[in-house]
């Protein structure tokens, strides 16, 4: 079902956003059982001043390299708490991710076509559905995974257009695939997203990362694990579980 369009008060603008979209392990078979679909949001015109923000962090740490939940090691934990609680502390972040669980047991044939891409699209809906709000208007930046990130982008363009039958695309400008390294905001995205994935991957060998997902149950008393009610618009999380396996 499409958004219904709301109409503007008198002295209400339209405000222009600007999304930060990761994802990881979204492939079909990748060995993973666990995908998560994230987006990390602020209006357009606090992007500069954000991103300026963290590289100021970054330097007071002398991190130069990018940021990547991949490469958290104990040496870094003083700093990545204290960008996580930048995230906490700067009212215009705000982020949601998708949990799939079990997703060997998904069933494309009966529910998506026998695609996984369809249902990786139905995903991305889900994921973003809730954010978007015509009539403000919405740029979406996707981390590029692999050779398919453009063609990907577009179609996922089109999906959301009709959805919120945004067929001249008033509202959702454009989607476009950019690399992490060159965008701040989306490594922040990746951090986030990464210590939700290790909670739900019950991973602990890595005292660092344990650590950064510790910090986030606190701040959103939660497991990391469990549905949080979109009130929770700060760190919000739609945890998704195939319903019965595959045949």
């Known amino acids: 079902m499409g958004h219904k369009i709301q109409k503007l008060n008198e002295g209400e603008r339209i405000l222009e956003y600007d999304i930060y979209c990761d994802e990881s392990c979204h492939l079909e078979n990748d060995n993973n059982n666990v995908m998560l679909l994230s987006a990390l949001w602020c209006p357009k015109s606090d992007v500069k001043r954000i991103c300026n923000e963290i590289k100021n962090l970054q330097e007071k740490y002398n991190k130069k390299s990018e940021l990547k939940w991949t490469k958290v090691s104990p ?83 089109n999906i959301l257009r009709n959805k919120i039958y945004d067929f001249d695309g008033e509202y959702v400008k454009d989607i476009r695939v950019v690399d992490s390294h060159q965008v701040r905001i989306l ?61």
């Open 75 to 157: 040496a870094d934990v003083e700093f990545y708490i204290h960008l996580l609680r930048y995230f906490y502390n700067e009212s215009k972040l705000l982020f949601r991710t998708i949990v799939i669980n079990n997703k060997n047991n998904l069933d494309h044939a009966t529910f998506n076509n026998g695609s996984h891409d369809e249902f990786y699209y139905k995903m991305y809906y889900l994921l973003l559905n809730k954010i978007i709000d015509p009539p403000n208007q919405y740029k979406i930046y996707i981390d590029k995974k692999d050779t398919r990130s453009s063609s990907k982008s577009t179609h996922l363009k």
């Open 187 to 247: 490594q922040l995205a990746d951090i986030l997203m990464g210590a939700v994935s290790y909670a739900n991957r019950n991973l602990e060998g890595n005292a660092a990362k344990k650590e950064i997902a510790n910090f986030l149950k606190n701040q959103t008393s939660s497991d990391l694990k469990t549905t949080l009610p979109f009130m929770h618009e700060k760190f919000n999380i739609f945890s998704f579980s195939p319903r019965g396996s595959k045949k």
